[in-house]
């Protein structure tokens, strides 16, 4: 495998040349002293050295050996404690954590710059710290100044980790059904019993503390999802001084043994009348979760690209390296045996299709990371917009970025040939390690139809309308000449998402099956037309800079016109299928299967 390379140039040329983060910082002012852009380029230049040095090489051996459990006991794979105490060393648990609470407060549009280096660099020790970071967030936004004293600055310290737990045997997408019971006590806390599934990060050697998210129900609480509270739950209790105190009750009772993500501990807890402590209102719970859930789900997306660049790297060297037969127009190479696997056609598509997403995918990533830090930090019509946005665009990024990147790195192991296949290469891992995250958090299905039926049929198109907006208005203020290749057939599809919306809304009136059969189809159309926005913006930037590094905004604008020419045209077909309707699907028996 190829040693990975943090593409920083890439991520500052999109932070201060595209979407121009640091002329937007200043006015924002709940921002506006924790961050710049000197500060920003030292972030990401170490956090690149870390990734690089640290965190990288682990990952063979950590999906070699894995997490190990014995006797209620996990620990992680060799060198993982080390290096988890140097990402500690470095403050970076504390990223973007509350400032109030020893948190540095840097924008997602960081974050989340940092988070595909690391997922990059191996997917399983990113999930330790992810998770953790997510957590946070929801209890800075829910939890009371007792529980964000006592837990916060011990998280962003890195002294503790956290999880979240949802998921029960009988329970995965229908949270309404689960069966984990929390009974109130005298002193305020309640006795939590229940079993909860698919944990990461349930338990490890990596941290002193675990302190749990954990979704339950009050004895008497009201059925399905409107009955669910929130807890903190620690995996030992802490007294009063901040000290560690007695075991809670928290156990874990096996680890599964998956696909792919083996360094990754995901594991069964088993809750016997442990000690947790309300985070928000009681039955309020699925809200405050949902903090932690939205942002995990972006997390996950950014995930499928973090895993598609290093397939990328990975696919490129060996392309450049490996000689095979010889090209179709002539010999290349007269003075080897063969040409390079450059010189064909299937190899070249397969490469540039992994660029052109990987680059547009982190494109897409930024702008919608700009737009949650609008919604975060702004204020007035602009923080109202931004959050719409946001609630449209995380089902996108969560499962558009992940349906990509797997179909990356399965684009890098067919560049490979045989030697994709073969363990000692490492892109066999990328594949497996890939696959979970368009499962996790939400299946692609279901962030599908969180944005079909709940934000675009929900807001009656509105939401959707936000964003035709948005394109149409870069549209009529992009003029020149030199940009008509991107802007005629950028308007093109984004009319095209537009009638497409109005297609479907209209469809479902007749007929509400419409909304299952689209849903997945709807989602992919709309990335990829987003995506083109993104470009395009790329495009008109790097035609505008040529002249400061011709080579490097060459290659954006030959990707650019990459994706439009071979790529875009993708939602064709996507529309023609979702106005086939839903009658395909459900005229078919069950017994006819």
């Known amino acids: 495998m190829a040693d990975y390379v943090a593409p920083v140039k890439d991520m500052n040329y999109l932070l201060y040349d595209v979407f121009k983060s640091d002329q937007l910082w200043p006015t924002l ?71 109030n609470y020893g948190g540095m407060g840097m924008p997602k549009v960081i974050t989340s710059l940092h988070e595909e280096m690391l997922c990059s660099a191996d997917i399983s020790f990113s ?34 980790a956290a999880t979240m737990c949802l998921t029960e045997a009988h329970a995965g997408t229908d949270l309404g059904m689960i069966r984990t019971k929390a ?22 050697d990596l941290t002193d503390n675990i302190i749990h998210l954990v979704l339950a129900k009050l004895p008497d609480a009201p059925e399905g999802s409107r009955g669910i509270s929130l807890f903190v739950v620690p995996k030992f209790n802490v007294n009063e001084d901040g000290s560690l105190g007695d075991f809670n009750q928290v156990s874990c009772g096996s680890i599964e043994h998956k696909m792919g993500i083996h360094a990754s ?17 009681l039955n309020k719970g699925l809200a405050c979760m949902f903090t932690m859930m939205n942002f995990e789900r972006i997390g996950v997306g950014i995930q499928g690209l973090g895993a598609g660049v290093r397939s990328y790297q990975n696919a490129l060297e060996y392309a450049k390296d490996r000689i095979q037969s010889r090209s179709l127009s002539g010999v290349k190479s007269p003075d080897k045996a063969a040409d390079s696997i450059m010189v064909h056609g299937d190899v070249r598509r397969m490469l540039l299709n992994m660029k052109a997403l990987n680059e547009g995918s982190r494109a897409l990533s930024l702008y ?43 684009a890098g192991q067919q560049v490979f040939g045989g030697h994709g296949f073969i363990r000692e290469w490492g892109q066999e891992q990328l594949v497996r390690d890939a696959r979970i995250a368009q499962i996790y958090e939400g299946t692609n299905g279901i962030q599908a139809m969180d944005l079909l039926a709940r934000k675009v049929a929900g807001s009656k198109g509105a939401l959707m309308q936000l964003f035709v907006d948005e394109v149409k208005d870069f549209v009529s203020q992009t003029t020149t000449d030199d940009m008509a290749e991107f802007i005629e057939p950028l308007a093109q599809a984004n009319l095209e998402l537009e009638q497409l919306t ?5 469809a479902t009136s007749d007929n509400v099956e419409m909304l299952g059969s689209a849903a997945n189809d709807y989602l992919h159309v709309f990335g990829y037309t987003a995506m083109a926005f993104v470009w395009a913006k790329m495009a008109q930037v790097s035609m505008t800079n040529m002249a400061d590094d011709q080579e490097f905004h060459s290659s954006k604008l030959v990707t650019a016109r990459y994706y439009y020419a071979k790529l875009l045209p993708r939602r064709l077909s996507l529309i023609e299928t979702i106005k086939a309707g839903p009658e395909p699907l459900f005229n078919v028996n069950d017994e006819l299967f």
């Not at 501990?265 to 209102?281: K, P, Q, R």
């Open 183 to 204: 009974v109130p006590q005298e002193d305020g806390s309640y006795k939590i019993t229940g079993n909860k599934i698919f944990i990461t990060g349930g338990e490890h």
């Open 29 to 99: 002012p709940k921002l506006a002293d924790h961050v710049d852009r000197e500060t920003s380029e030292a972030i990401l230049s170490e956090c690149a050295k870390i990734a690089e040095q640290v965190i990288a090489p682990l990952s063979r051996e950590g999906d070699e050996v894995g997490v190990s459990f014995d006797n209620g006991a996990v620990t992680t794979a060799p060198g993982y404690k080390a290096a988890f105490d140097t990402y500690v060393e470095g403050g970076w648990p504390a990223l973007g954590g509350d400032v």
């Open 368 to 410: 919608i990371a700009t737009q949650l830090d609008i919604a975060t930090y702004g204020e007035g019509e602009a923080r109202v917009k931004a959050e719409q946005l946001t609630a449209l665009m995380t089902p996108l990024a969560k499962a558009f970025f992940t349906d990509v990147g797997f179909e990356n790195t399965v």
């Open 265 to 281: 501990a995901t594991c069964v807890l088993n809750f016997d009348g442990a000690n947790g402590y309300l985070v928000g209102e």
């Open 127 to 160: 999930l330790y710290p992810g998770l953790t970071a997510g957590a946070g967030l929801s209890l800075a936004k829910h939890a009371s100044e007792e529980i964000k004293q006592r837990y916060l600055t011990r998280m962003y310290a890195g002294e503790w």
């Open 502 to 506: 109005a297609f479907v809304l209209n």
